[in-house]
């Protein structure tokens, strides 16, 4: 059983490899890879040897430099050794700097890649381009994504250029290990599907990097080992420019002969494999489903007949839900070095697109008959088969007191790495507690934040912003970001002189001075506010219930006592569960009943008319196992929450603080969310009304509109910044009053409108400006960005997210084109319910300049005149 966990664990462990997630740097700067793990064609001089060949590094004279002048005819190269076959992602390079006295760069190269150091290949790009571009000065590092991505032990980089120059280099590559292990695979060439009426789709591997000879592939990897994952409709890819059908490797039923496709695969080592998982297309509409079943044989060695007795899989075929999906083959932990795989077709079509294994690479070692029982043993037992040969028909008899030692030893073996294993799981999720506990990073000057008392400013000493940590530091920190501008803040801030001002309190609305310090008229004030940069990690952006806390630029509060509250106690058994709405780390959101609220809120309570019945609230809980830093924020949370009042902000209207668990009452909505509340219904026409659907007006739009530019603005006011504004926080009554609120995030409904950052945070940024992306800086003027983008949802009915036909990533590669500015950027469609005037707003709340953005007091302006009073 032991044995069973371990490899049970060791699978877990290897899971499907995503190229997003797989960017660690692999340690050529840091030094984990070691100098004679690098090595050169040639070197100029000792001093510019390979080993000095190192990202931000000034070791010897700066740099690796190849002998002589390059020729355009040269083939020199850099050469590493990665130690063990690498899932490789990201190239970074940079020219010979040598504190100021280097000028030598490579303006292109070309990456050759090896898993064993004697067969090399040549990258290409999806779009069959070697070459790579690569610096244009000395110092400056560019940071390039390999699509597609390599998966090789060797690298070599080569240097390319038009005419005989000097040229030296440094560098860095970003992956992760390769636990599947896979060197190649061979199967038949994927096939054009040609359908009467409807557009071609290409199904073949075009990325495939082994031999392609009569319609067969072999020795190679390509598309079912690169991490990209094909959607639901194998018609709509991933990429850019490319193909319908791109994703997907696909064969016809019939035409190769056989009911089956026959696909092989090789592997660095031998292992013992406990499943195989297949993604696979179920498009049935058009004639594509999963595989019907699958046989497996196994061969332990390269050189040795395939194993009689194969694996065999039988699938669930479902003809209910179209979606692709993961089918995982148990492979019963066999042993082999080599797999074939016979997949049979269940309709006309089969298309994948990826293939992984989980697997241990440490075998252990056993005697197996050269006919191996059947994985699927009859006995209900789950304890492994050991297979036995028998050498003599008396050994049986004899007592068995030599190996009694051995298996002792093996057990402890295995007992010792369980507790390895577990104590590296703890150790593991200690740091992720250390990493949720980092405090924020603010700016470096004494701001005031001034809430709506008059009389509760509160003037704070902000600590300096710590030193940016080497990678020596931190060896596995992620390159999140696209571009090698994208690392560096301060780069951003001298090429983007609007940056810089975040450092500056501005004297015009915007900044947090008190407002007497305000030097400029009102008209400029209006025309050149820009809002102040709340610096914030990312880290931090969610509160205690999962939910999006309004951030107060550099707000912390050392202590706080029940006074700072400035709502009643509530008495906790008057709420009354209805259903949990939503849940974080730390705290729960449930929807409640509250007895006799209104009697106990007494006259001018902000609650609807309910004609006696029980009020709805939302009701916002800490969970018991919260640490003091949740509970602090939790208590800073209702201390925010009580000062605001607005009608169309979500009111805090009283507290149940004098016991645990800590719980805070909001207002809640009869109609609930905007989001849910459009996407039922269909614009105000005689087709809806005969058809009974729920119908909204042109008018109601622009109103929802007004209402949240107006919450807005007065959160604005207070130098409140947002951070998640979109239709799914905008709560609606039955009089079409929205009020915005904030626990979103929280809501498993609305998990897919955020990206899950590995380990750290989750992000909407499909609403988020591109600043607050690449810089991780939240403003105004990125609510203002996000407000934009709630108008486009409004005006859609939200049928559809925003952004619907880029990945998480391509939304992500967007940003980089609206930082560039270059013209490449995509912006969302006009919306056909629209009129022009209003789209031109929100092109307008999209601008790449955050000073060219207008303010929510100009935006309240704006669309106040088109609501019918």
């Known amino acids: 059983m032991l044995f069973y966990l371990l490899l049970v664990f060791q699978a877990n462990a290897n899971a499907q490899i995503d190229p997003a997630h797989c960017r660690y740097p692999l340690g050529m700067e840091d030094g984990r890879i070691k100098d004679h793990d690098i090595t050169a064609s040639s070197q100029w001089y000792e001093t510019t040897g390979p080993q000095y060949a190192r990202l931000n590094r000034e070791e010897g004279d700066g740099a690796w430099c190849p002998a002589g002048l390059l020729q355009p005819s040269d083939t020199q190269y850099l050469q590493v050794d990665l130690g063990q076959l690498t899932f490789l992602t990201v190239v970074g390079t940079q020219g010979r700097y040598a504190r100021n006295s280097g000028k030598e760069f490579a303006r292109m190269y070309r990456l050759n890649y090896s898993h064993d150091g004697q ?60 636990h599947d292990g896979l060197t190649s695979y061979s199967s038949p060439e994927g096939q054009l599907m040609m359908p009467l009426g409807y557009f071609l789709a290409s199904l073949n591997d075009s990325t495939y990097d082994g031999a392609h000879e009569r319609r067969k592939l072999s020795g190679g990897l390509g598309q079912l080992t690169d991490g990209v994952i094909g959607q639901d409709d194998f018609r709509v890819t991933r990429q850019y420019h490319v193909w319908p059908g791109y994703d997907y490797v696909g064969w016809r039923n019939g035409s190769l002969g056989s009911g089956y496709v026959e696909m092989e695969f090789v592997f660095d080592k031998q292992r013992n494999f406990t499943s195989m998982k297949v993604h696979s297309n179920n498009m049935f509409s058009r004639g594509v489903k999963i595989f019907s079943s699958v046989s497996c044989s196994f061969k332990p060695r390269l050189i040795a007949n395939w194993e009689a007795e194969p694996v065999e899989f039988r699938t669930v ?75 003599n028909p008396s050994a049986k008899d004899q007592p068995d007191d030599g190996n009694t030692p051995i298996l002792i030893g093996c057990l402890v073996t295995i007992i010792l790495l369980l507790v390895v294993i577990i104590f590296l799981i703890l150790w593991c999720q200690y740091v992720c507690k250390v990493l949720e506990k980092a405090p924020r990073r603010i700016l470096e000057e004494e701001v005031t934040v001034r809430l709506s008392s008059s009389s509760d400013t509160i003037i704070l000493q902000t600590p300096p912003v710590p030193p940016r940590v080497s990678q020596m530091d931190h060896p596995y920190e992620r390159v999140f970001l696209l571009d090698p501008q994208y690392q560096d803040p301060a780069g951003l801030r001298n090429k983007l002189p609007e940056l810089s001002r975040s450092a500056e309190t501005s004297a015009c609305g915007g900044g947090y001075a008190e407002p007497d310090v305000t030097q400029c008229t009102p008209h400029q004030c209006f025309q050149s506010s820009v809002p102040h940069y709340a610096e914030t990690d990312i880290v931090s952006l969610q509160g205690v219930t999962g939910s999006n806390m309004y951030a107060v630029p550099a707000l912390t509060v050392d202590s706080l006592t029940r006074k700072d509250i400035s709502v009643a106690e509530f008495p906790r058994h008057r709420l009354l569960f209805r259903e949990k709405l939503g849940e974080g780390q730390f705290g729960e959101v449930h929807l409640c009943e509250a007895e006799g609220l ?55 209207l009283c507290v149940c603080v004098s016991s645990d668990p800590l719980c805070m009452v909001t207002e809640y909505m009869d109609n609930g969310d905007l989001n849910m509340f459009l996407s039922q219904r269909e614009m105000e026409s005689t087709l809806t009304h005969a058809n009974n659907i729920p119908a909204v ?123 560039r500015n270059q013209g490449r950027q995509i912006f969302l469609f006009a919306p056909l319910l629209c009129p022009p005037s209003l789209f031109e707003l929100m092109m307008r709340c999209w601008d790449r300049d955050i000073a060219d953005r207008p303010t929510f007091e100009g935006l309240y302006q704006a669309l106040r005149p088109h609501v019918v009073q």
């Open 697 to 819: 007006s042109l008018s109601d739009l622009l109103h929802m509109s007004v209402q949240i530019s107006s919450g807005m603005r007065y959160l604005a006011s207070l130098n409140f910044v947002h951070r998640d504004l979109a239709t799914r926080n905008c709560l609606l009554d039955r009089r079409l009053t929205i009020k915005i609120a904030d626990f979103g995030m929280s809501r498993n409904l609305y998990s897919s409108d955020y990206y899950r950052i590995q380990g750290r945070a989750v992000l909407p940024i499909r609403w988020m400006a591109w600043e607050s992306i690449l810089l991780g800086k939240f403003t105004t003027a990125s609510d203002v960005w996000a407000f934009g983008v709630t108008l486009w949802e409004i005006f859609t009915l939200c049928k559809e997210q925003p952004y619907s036909l880029l990945s998480d990533e391509q939304v992500i590669e967007n940003t980089g084109e609206f930082f």
């Open 317 to 391: 075929l479902d003809d209910r839900n179209p979606s692709a999906r993961y089918v995982t083959v148990p492979l019963g932990r066999r042993n082999a070095k080599a797999l074939r795989c016979r997949f049979h077709f269940a309709d006309v079509w089969m298309m994948f697109s990826e293939i992984s294994f989980q697997s241990a690479d440490t075998v252990i070692p056993t005697q197996i008959t050269p006919v191996v029982t059947s994985p699927w043993p009859k006995e209900e037992s789950s304890m492994p088969t050991t297979h036995k040969t028998v050498t």
């Open 598 to 652: 209104p009697e106990f809120l007494g006259e001018g309570a902000p609650l609807p008319d309910r004609d006696g019945r029980p009020v709805l609230v939302a009701v916002k809980q800490l969970r018991a196992d919260a640490t003091n830093n949740a509970r602090n924020d939790f208590l800073k949370e209702i201390k925010i929450m009580s000062r605001l009042n607005d009608p169309n902000i979500i009111q805090l």
């Open 119 to 178: 067969l090399w290949r040549t990258w290409k790009n999806r779009f069959g381009n070697k070459t790579m571009e690569a610096n244009d000065n000395a110092y400056v590092s560019v940071i390039k994504d390999l699509h597609p991505p390599i998966i090789s032990r060797y690298v070599r980089l080569i240097p390319v250029t038009k005419m005989p120059t000097t040229v030296c280099m440094r560098l860095e590559l970003y992956g992760c290990p390769w």
